[in-house]
Structures are given as C-alpha cells and as structure tokens.
C-alpha cells in the first residue's frame, strides 16, 4: 500500500492568500503553434550599424537583456516604544545604543541613521549593498528590537525542504524575516520549529515555513517501481511536469528511501499522483525448479496468459525463487491470481529433496568443469543446487520430478559414500624428480595413471618448491599405487650417484673420440650420463651420472683411455681418514700447493665420513712419487703434533721469497723441514704465508723468513753502470723488462736516464737482496745482450701464418722457451712485386728475373739472441713447417665429407690439427690434399680414410633401404589407413621401419601408395596396408539425418561423446561441416550390425536431446539473465524528429534545405567558391 500525505484546499488557502483553484487542462500531442519561429530560434545580427537616432527593434537577442542598476539600496525600520530595548529618551544618541549600532555598521559594512518619531518609535535608515542591508537589519531586530518566540508544528520530513540545499534556504529565511529559526536534529523526534525574534517577524517566519510544508506531498512506492515512474531517460518525469505542473523528486539509486516527492498546485497533485502510481510491480513466489514447468512446452502456459494481458511484462530470474510481473495495476493484479493457481498446482504435483553431504566432497560430485553433476542433472531431469564453499553448507538440494529426484538422490549419496571410502595420502618426493617421473609432454605419468585410473595423481607448482604429491583414491589402489611410485623413485635416485673424474684437458678430446665416438660408445655400454666441461672452461673434471656400479665401470674406462695416450699413473697411499681435513687445509689450501708443486698432479681424497683411508694420486710418473713423499711426510708431521704459524709479508715480497722456479722456499724447506704456504690468487688475505711442521722446524723456518722479509723492508738506493746502447733493450715495450725484473725482485724500482742524456747511471731502490739479486739479472740481460748474434731462418711465407699458429701462440712458446726474439717480415705484395711480366716489361722497364738461389725477403724470418739459443729456435721452426700428403678418396664421397655447410671437414681439421683440401667441384679429382705438422698427418690420414669406410657403409646401406613398393588402394580408403591425426599409417611406419607416400591431390594416379624401405620390411608394411583394407572393404556407410541442434550435444566437449559412441559401437560418425548443403546429414561407417546398432542409440539420443532444445527454446523466450539492471528495461526510443522549426527560409517558395555534404553550401577554410545560386541563408560573405 502506498501512504499519502496531501494538504487540503482549505488549509492551504489558510497560508497563502489570493491563490485560487483553477481548471487542469490535459495535454495531448504538441500543437504546430508551440514550435518557435526560425527568427526566434536563430535571430538574425544586423548587417550594417543602424544610424543615430534610429531605434533598433527588440529582437530576441535584444529583449533579454536586462536594464542596469545600482547595486546599493536603502531600507527603512521602524522600532515602536514597547518593542524598543533601549528607552532612556534623555540619552538618544548616546549610551549603548549608540554603541551597538556603531558595532552593527561596522560588522555589516551597512551605513546607519537613527530618528526619533513623536510617538517615541526609533526609525532606522539602512543603506548599503543588499546583503550588508539584510545583516545590518537581523542585527537591529536582535540587538535593538525585544524579542518573542514561538513554535511551529510541520511534519518532519519537511523540515529538509526548509533548510534548503547546504542550508541556503534557511538562511534565506532568517534574513528575510529577521529572524532565528531552530529546527531540531534528525535524530530529534520532535516536529516542532522553534522561531525567535519580533513580533513582526514571527508572524511572518511561521508564514513562509508553513506555506513550504504545504507546498509538500510525499508518497511511498517501491523502490522496484521508481523507474517506470522515472521513464525512459526521465521522460515520464518530464510528462507528468508537462501536464500537471507538478514536480516529482525521486530519491538517488544508491539511497534505500521509497519516498517519492511532489511539488505543485495542491489541486494539481490527484492528478499527478494518479500519474506516478499508475504502473506496479510485483512478484509470485515459484521455486525457481518450477520455473521451467510453470513456462510450459514451447511458453504455451504462458502463452494464454501474455494473450490476455499483453501490457503485463513476466520475469523469470534464475537462481530466485520468485516470478516478476511489472505492468498497469489492475492487469497485474490478475496475472498475479492466475500465476499462483498454476504454481500451487505445480507444487502439489512436484517434489524436491535435501541431502546431508560432507563440504569436502562437493567439487568432487561437481566434477571437472561440472562433468559429474550435469550429467546427473541431464539423466534424471532434476535441478540439484549445491552451495558454494563460502556457505560451509552441507545440505544438497534437488528438485524436479518425484522419481527423478530419488533416482538423483540415490546416485548422489552412491558417490559420497564411496568418496568416504577415498583416501589421501602425500608421498614425499625431491622436487628435482617431479619433472622426470611426469615425462615429457606428460607421457610417462599418464602411463601411472592408466595404470591405476581410479587414483588421482597431484604435483605441487614448480614455484611452490614443494617435495609433497599428493595421490587420492580408493584406499588399496593408493596403496598400490604408492608402492608403484615409491620404486619409481628408488630407481631414480639409484641412477642419480655421481662421481668427478679429473682428466688432463689436453686428453678431453680424446675422451670424446672422433665424431663423439669413444664418448657415446661409454654411455651406452655402460648406461650413464657423462658431462665434459666446455672447452673455453678451465675445468678438468668429467662429471659421470648414473647407477654407482656402472659411474665406477665408465670411471675406469675413461681413467685407461688417459693412461694409455700419457705417462700417467696412478697410486693410493693409505692416510688416516681423520688427517684428512687437516691436509687438504682451509678451502683446500694444503692439497692444493703440493698439486701445483708437483706438476698439477691430482690428488683425490674419499668422501668425508666415509672412514676410507686411501687417497688417490693420479699424473706423471716422477711428479706422482714427488707428491707421495709430501703428502706421507704433511701426514707424518700432522701425526706428530704438526705445528702451524702465520706470517705476513707484502704480495710483491712473494716471487722474490719463492725465488726463480722455487729455488729460495725450497732451500728454507731442506735446511728447516717445514712446508711453507704461499696464498693463491683467489685467496683474500694476500699478505697471509703460512707454515707447517714440527714446532722446531717450524720456528726455524720463521726466524729465516721474518729475516728475509725484514730485510726487504730495509730499502736502499744504489747505482749501477749500463752502455747507453743497452737502455732501449730494457725501456722498450712501455718497460716490459723493468716490470718483469720489479715483479721478480721485491718490487725494486729500476730508474734509466732520460733519453738524450747520454748517462750511464742507473739507479735502483728497494730492500737491499732484492736490489742485489735485480742488478745480477740486469748484468746478466747485459751480457746476454753483448752476446746476441742475428741469424736467419728461411721458409715460404705461405706457412708462416701456420708457424705462428692460433693468435701468434706457438711463436710465443718457442721466444719463451729459448729466450729469443723472432722477427718475421712483411707480407709479399700481391701485385707482383717479385712478380715478371710476360715478356719482362712492366711500366716500361726491364725487369731481370728473380735469381732464384737467393732467398725472397718476404721468406726469410730473423732470430735474434744467444747463438746456441738461435740455433735451437731455428730447429723449432722449422719443425713447425706443415707437410703435405695425398690421399685418394673416391669422388662421389667428396660431398658427404664435407658436410653441411663444411662442418665435417672443419670438423677433422679441428679434431687432428691439420689443414684439408677438397678439389674443386670441376676438376673431378679423387685425390685429397691433407697439411700439418708431420706428427699429426698419420692421425689425420688414418681418421679420413676411417670416414670414408663409414660412408661407403652407409651407401650400401642406402641403395638396400631404397627398395621401393607401390600398391593399389581405392582413395576412399586412404584416410582410414591415415588414421586420426596419422596416427595409424605412423604405427605402420615405426613398426616396419619403412616410409609411406600417399598420393598428392594433382597425381593422375590417386590409387597409389609407395612403401620405401628394407625389401623385407616394405613387403610386411604391404600386407598391413592390404589387412586394413580388407576390413574397410567389408565395411558399409549409411546416412541418417539428425535434427542439427542436438550435433553439439551428442558430440560433446571436446569431442568426448562422440568419441565414446564409436569406441562402444566400432564405427565412424561424421557430421556435416558448417555450410554444407544439408546440416542434419550425418554418415555412419562400420561393420553391417554395428552401424544398425549404432544409428539406433544416435535416433535415441535425437529424441532424447530434442525435446529438451526445444523445451530450452521456449523457456529462455521468458528468461532474462541474473543480475539484469533497471537500465536494461528501457523501451526503445523512437526515431528524434530532430530540432523542428516554422517558418524557415526553406519552407518558402521553391527554396530547399542546404545540403550538409555539399562544398558549395559548407565550404572549407581557404578554398575556392564557385558562384552559385543564392542560398537560403543569405548572401555569402566570404
């Protein structure tokens, strides 16, 4: 019901005179007169500027301008006698009053004059702006007038009327009638509005509060309703101001008030309250499981009742158990009545039913993407509604048909009981094996689950680093399952021992063998996973992978593979394991000094903890023995109370400590017996020098070092005399020689005089033996200088980029090994510079030719040094001049030796260091050119000649694999020998090792399939091929037709009904494609029997299928989705007549609207204007 406040005429008329009632017309369509003038709407501006004198006529433009006024006005008060609060006549003027009205006029800015009257009345003239005047006159009225009160009684929901927006509207008030009006908070129940001030101004306060109340009629309508009362974009609203004059005020969407405000004429309201409370809204209670029933097959329920009443709009939401009906009131009323006679008759005829389910179990009746709990739904045509997780419900509802709903109940509570029965177990795996027992692309964990498909099988995230898969599933299948898993994984981490093998990088590629040959024969053999580092890497060690016995058995192979090509050894030396840490030192310090001494020998101790005594040493002979008398002699020292001290020393005081090759540490080592530590570079402490031994060797070898280091700290300056010749020898290079002598020496500094001198005085500063032990190796550089000679070695340019080898490497090894300098010369020009033209001219000269027994400048290269040591360089150079051997290699193998891209000759050449010319292509040439150091030709040779018997292999192997079948099948059948996704004729390939071409589309010959392969296979690939066709030719086809709506239902997601349909039956279903001529065509295929079987269950499932698409159809005509906004409901606009005008100049004669996309009538800025006609806007002016 909605409750209506209205004000009667009568007491409406008691607050405002001279109102009368007057009649209400009803509007109808827009008459033409309302429309306005073309003048009006668009007035013209005045083409030339009138003359003076001459008045302009009003136009629209002009009229609305209003006359300017002043801004100051002056109001006069009157004050009588009994009202006055000051009436001590004797003092006008003076006193208090005279203050306050000073205070007035300066708090208001207003200007005051006060008079007294005969009757003793105070007249006050206010001037002033008009707000000034309106404070000055509330201040008068409160500070100089007595004051009276009253009360005035309005309901309260109209004092917010009196208030106004931000209380502007009672400001307004008070100002007006000089007044102070309190009006009581929200909260405050009282409807009572306490007024202060004159009498005057009471009367007149109570006046203008009481007409606002009256002006004031509310009423209350559902806040479903207020947007048939609002319209389609306020329209309604609009209308009902159009025709009654009232305004309605509707409260904001996001209020929950109900209250619906009116504004207007009293005698206007009936109307417009008729107006807003014509349409209505309510709603039938239905379970929303009957929705579908009270709808009716194809909406014939329905039907009869929207026939009758077609203004009554019917909602059916889904999920809410209630019926919308929005439409005119007495309409709806009647709809309402007959909706709840069918729901009532709906509900005794149907049923529902509640089951008590575990939470826990709930997404598992749901089922992947809602698989198990449609198919319930769809089987037994029932609505079951489980509650979502936030609800902690337990209760199931379900709801349809009463056998339907038990038969649901049942198989509902079936699965719950059995889900009782599951059980959850996680299994603790390393993370690192996840990913090899899943397999990839999922492979070998599918083949787990096939294996035991009742037990669900979960991996935590990868992200998650978790060791936790968790298996759920009926309890002895977990079981199962997780014994299955856990000797998955025992396997896993038996195959996952590793072991470091440290093989001399020189022999790595060895290990590798040609082709990856001797390292892929050792993986196999012993089925292990074998890592080498890269080459750019520094690293020597091999890691091995796989089962303990067979990482011991490829160690082995790999360890006699190194003895073999070296004098490596090999030897255990028995050491108490608990003297292990104590040898091998912090960070591996200890072990680590006697490898580097030894010849970088490696010593391998056993795993910590293991309680092995045996260390192994592996490397040369002589420097295995070196290292096992140190390491007996560490172990013996650390089992006789081994003494340990640390001493500090500059890094640069190091390499003169050590000495040359050793030579000062180890004289301290013999005369002391202790082992002194130097630190390595990636040590921090660089200054830290520790020494080992017994406590007297070690103290004895502390007091020689700290005499050696305290000597270096003892610096001096001395000179030397050096032949000027020489100073270039040791500045040259930026000072390579002086930085050599100052890194070797203690870091002694060696001063040279400046250039242009001519002095021969050197000086040198630093600890006094360093500075002795630089000037002997400066007197020795001198000497060696003194004995230089210059000799020449003479080879062919053409190998000199082979000597110096990869970045100049091998050049640097024998200047260092000798102690020489190699200079080689400049690169012979190319243009011919010892080249003879024909005839012997060139640019007209006459050249004589070249004698050849005299050596090319650009061949000779030049030595420099000691004789001896030149005359030992030169055997070295010319030990690296490159031989060349022939070898013969069939042609057709020249191609295959190459390699793609030339990868396989690079390849050999990389492999035996050797350099290997192909001949060209055109000369047909069997023989193969091979360059090198003598030593590395026979390995070359052999490794080739090795190749080409592989290739010739591998060609008898081809023309045997290239036997070629072809056999004669109908098209028809190919695509089954196909199979689905090639998954047939691929079996067909692997299982026979052959290769299969059907034809392509533009081959004459569409019967026709290839078989290429091993004689034998391709015939028992044939015999398959015709066994599959035989099948296929006792096979027949039928076309049915299946109403196209129910395709998709009996296909299903992703395929998986239909798949399941031709597994059970043994045929094949085709469909039609989208587009093809007849969309209900479909195909069966199979054997006579199975494809009658089949075509009856797809008629079965159509019939089936059918009548819920059509019963679907004719429910989802009334339906509307959830959560469908007010907004959603707006009618259709019309088509907008546009902004319509009289008169217009187009209107007139034969005159026509301008043309929006013509140039002429709207021309662009700055382009040319053709004359024309003239328009109906005027002349142009452009």
């Known amino acids: 019901m909605s409750s209506v406040a209205v004000l009667t005429q009568e007491s409406f008329n008691e607050h405002r005179s001279g109102l009368q009632p007057e009649q209400v017309k009803g509007i109808g369509a827009e008459d033409e ?24 006529t009003g136009n629209a433009w002009t009229s609305k301008i209003k006359p300017l006024k002043s801004s100051l006005i002056t109001q006069v008060f009157h004050v009588p006698l009994e009202e006055r609060k000051y009436k001590d006549i004797n003092q006008f003027g003076e006193g208090d009053q005279a203050k306050v009205c000073l205070d007035i006029m300066h708090k208001t800015g207003a200007h005051l004059e006060l008079s007294m009257a ?30 009276a009160s009253a009360t005035v009684a309005i309901p309260k929901e109209h004092h917010r009327f009196v208030i106004g927006k931000s209380g502007e509207k009672l400001q307004e008030l008070e100002l007006k009638t000089a007044t102070k009006i309190q009006i009581p908070r929200p909260e405050d129940p009282s409807n009572l509005i306490k007024i202060s001030g004159t009498k005057e101004g009471l009367e007149k306060a109570k006046h203008e509060i009481l007409l606002i109340s009256a002006e004031q009629v509310w009423m209350e309508v559902k806040k479903s309703q207020h947007k048939y009362v609002i319209g389609p974009k306020g329209n309604t609203l609009q209308e009902i101001l159009d025709r009654t004059g009232v305004s309605v005020e509707i409260p904001p969407l996001d209020s929950s008030s109900e209250t619906v405000i009116l504004r207007g004429e009293p005698d206007r309201l009936g109307q417009a309250l008729t107006e807003a409370n014509s349409y209505t809204v309510s709603s039938v209670s239905a379970p929303s499981w009957l929705h579908r029933f009270i709808i009716g097959k194809k909406g014939q329920n329905l039907a009869k009742i929207t026939q009758q009443m077609p203004k009554v709009h019917i909602e059916f939401t889904e999920g809410e158990d209630k019926i919308t009906l929005e439409g005119p009131t007495k309409d709806v009323q009647i709809v309402h009545g007959q909706i709840e006679v069918i729901v009532t008759d709906l509900i005794s005829r149907m049923d529902y039913t509640e089951i008590s389910v575990d939470p826990k179990f709930h997404r598992h009746l749901i089922g992947k993407g809602g698989a198990n709990i449609n198919r319930i739904k769809e089987l037994h045509k029932v609505s079951v509604r489980i509650p979502p997780d936030n609800e902690k419900s337990n209760l199931i509802r379900i709801e349809g048909d009463p056998q339907g709903v038990q038969e649901a109940k049942k198989e509902l509570l079936e699965l719950a009981s059995r889900m009782e029965n599951e059980r959850t177990k996680d299994m603790i795996i390393e993370q690192r094996f996840h990913r090899a027992i899943i397999g990839q692309k999922g492979e070998k964990i599918k083949e787990v689950r096939d294996k035991f498909p009742e037990v669900i099988i979960n991996f935590p ?23 299955f898993m856990q000797k998955i994984v025992a396997e896993m981490v038996e195959n996952s021992f590793s072991v470091s093998v440290p093989i001399f990088k020189q022999f790595h590629k060895n290990i590798i063998g040609k082709g990856g040959a001797n390292i892929k024969k050792i993986r196999e053999e012993t089925n292990t996973k074998i890592d080498l580092p890269a080459e750019n890497s520094n690293s020597e060690m091999i890691v091995i992978t796989g089962k303990k016995a067979n990482c011991e058995a490829a160690k082995n192979r790999i360890l006699a593979i190194q003895k073999e090509l070296a004098n490596i050894t090999e030897l255990e030396v028995s050491i108490p394991s608990k003297l292990h840490n104590s040898l091998i030192g912090s960070k591996g310090r200890f072990v680590r000094s006697i490898m580097e001494e030894c010849g970088g020998v490696h010593i391998h101790f056993p795993t910590e903890g293991s309680g092995i005594d045996a260390v192994t040493i592996r490397g040369p002979v002589e420097e295995v023995e070196k290292a096992k008398k140190q390491l007996l002699s560490l172990a013996e020292e650390k089992q006789t109370k081994s003494h340990t001290v640390e001493l500090r020393a500059k890094p640069e005081y190091h390499k003169f400590l050590i000495g040359k090759g050793g030579g000062n540490i180890r004289k301290v080592r013999d005369s002391t017996g202790a082992r002194i530590i130097f630190p390595t570079a990636e040590d921090k402490d660089q200054e830290l020098i520790t020494v080992i031994g017994t406590e007297e060797a070690v103290a004895e070898a502390q007091k020689e070092l700290e005499a050696l280091i305290k000597s270096l700290d003892n610096v001096v300056e001395d000179f030397m005399i050096v032949d000027p010749k020489h100073h270039r020898f040791f500045v040259l290079r930026r000072g390579q020689v002086l930085r050599e002598i100052a890194d070797e020496y203690g870091g002694v500094m060696v001063s040279f005089p400046r250039t242009g001198t001519q002095s021969d005085k050197v000086t040198l500063k630093g600890a006094k033996d360093c500075v002795e032990a630089a000037k002997k190796r400066i007197l020795e550089l001198i000497e060696d200088l003194d004995a230089q000679v210059t000799m020449e070695c003479v080879i062919p340019q053409k190998f000199h980029r082979s000597i110096m080898g990869p970045k100049g490497s091998r050049i640097q090894q024998i200047t260092k090994d000798h102690n020489v300098q190699i200079k080689f010369p400049d690169r012979e020009d190319q243009q011919g510079k010892y080249y003879i033209q024909e005839n012997g001219e060139a640019n007209g000269e006459v050249k004589e030719p070249a004698d050849p027994l005299v050596p090319k400048k650009c061949d000779v290269i030049v030595l420099s040094g ?3 040591r030149c005359e030992a360089a030169v055997e070295a150079l010319k030990a690296l001049v490159p031989v060349t051997i022939a070898v013969e290699v069939p042609f057709e193998l020249h191609r295959y030796i190459i390699g793609q891209k030339g990868s396989g000759i690079r390849k050999m050449m990389d492999e035996f260091e050797v350099n290997i010319q192909v001949p060209a292509h055109e000369l047909q040439s069997d023989i193969i050119s091979i360059s090198g150091l003598a030593s590395h030709l026979d390995r070359a040779k052999e490794g080739l000649l090795e190749r080409v018997k592989e290739l010739q292999a591998e060609q008898e192997d081809r023309a045997l694999r290239s036997f070629k079948l072809i056999i004669t099948v109908d098209p028809k059948y190919h695509p089954k020998i196909i199979g689905r996704k090639g998954a047939i004729i691929t079996q067909i390939r692997n299982q026979h090792e052959v290769n299969i071409q059907f034809p392509e589309k533009n081959d004459e010959n569409q019967d026709q399939i290839t078989i290429t392969g091993y004689e034998q296979n391709a015939l028992a690939a044939r015999d398959a091929i015709q066994t599959i066709v035989g099948d296929l030719e006792e096979m027949i086809s039928e076309d049915i037709t299946l109403d196209s709506r129910v395709h998709a239902r009996i296909i299903g997601a992703r395929g998986k009904g239909i798949r399941k349909i031709m597994d059970e039956f043994k045929v094949d279903v085709r469909f039609p494609p989208s587009g093809a001529a007849d969309p209900n065509l479909v195909t069966v295929t199979g054997r006579p029997e199975q494809v009658d079987e089949a075509i009856d269950h797809l008629l079965n499932l159509e019939e089936e299928y059918l009548s819920d698409v059509v019963e679907n159809e004719a429910k989802m005509a009334y339906m509307k989705p959830s959560g469908s906004t007010a907004s959603s409901m707006e009618e259709p606009r019309g088509p907008s007549k546009g902004f319509v005008v009289r008169e217009a100049p187009w209107a007139s004669g034969n005159e026509k609207a301008p043309d929006m996309s013509s140039s002429e009538e709207f021309p662009s800025f700055g382009a040319p204007v053709t004359n024309a006609r003239s328009s109906p806007w005027g002349p142009k002016r452009f």
């Open 33 to 56: 007169d309302s429309l306005p003038t073309y003048k009006d709407a668009f007035p013209p501006l005045p083409e030339k500027p009138l003359p003076e004198g001459v008045q302009e």
């Open 118 to 147: 005969k009757d003793q009345g105070l007249s006050i003239m206010v001037s002033g702006k008009h707000d000034a005047v309106m404070k000055a006159r509330k201040e008068i009225v409160s500070r100089l007038q007595t004051q």
């Open 461 to 483: 995230d990868p992200t998650q680093k978790s060791d936790i898969v968790q298996l759920r599933g009926p309890r002895n299948e977990v079981e199962k399952c997780t014994k």
């Open 866 to 868: 000691r004789k001896e």
